[in-house]
């Protein structure tokens, strides 16, 4: 087994309508189902929001390294967006998610065909895509 380059845990208490938090901070979100999915419809982030926030920002690093930009560049290459839809499991039942990120670049650094290397080099890049191969529908879409 390989050594971990950092680890945290998060706690949940009260499941989809609670509270995650860890013990280091400063991760403390009261947390929601969405009414659709039988939540009770509070104004609160929603477990599926922390997830595709969490796909969005790791695969947008992950584009950046792939095109060779710092981290820490001020400029913006390019914004994700990540699209997490519930779908209905016939298989396994109850639901599987879809993840569709879109992808825009900006300042014409790169053309199409590079544009789509650095696309399939980050999906190599994050770890988050690498975790969920297999396990939802996904698809990455440049806009």
Known sequence: MMEPVYSVTVNAKG???GNVYTEEGPLNL???TPAILGGK???????????????AA??????????????????TFADVAAQ??????????GHRLSILLHVKFYGG?????LDQRVIDEASGLCP????LEGECDFSIRKY
């Not at 997490?84 to 039942?93: F, I, M, N, S, T």
């Not at 650094?109 to 065909?113: K, P, S, V």
């Open 15 to 17: 499941g989809r309508e």
């Open 30 to 32: 009261d947390v929601t």
């Open 41 to 55: 419809g509070q104004l609160r982030t929603n477990y599926l929001e922390l997830f595709g926030a969490s796909i």
């Open 58 to 75: 790791c695969y947008q690093n992950a584009v950046q390294q792939a095109a060779g930009i710092d981290d820490h560049a001020d400029e």
């Open 84 to 93: 997490v839809d519930v779908l209905k499991d016939p298989e396994r039942g």
């Open 109 to 113: 650094r790169f053309n199409e065909l």
């Open 128 to 131: 988050l895509i690498k975790a």
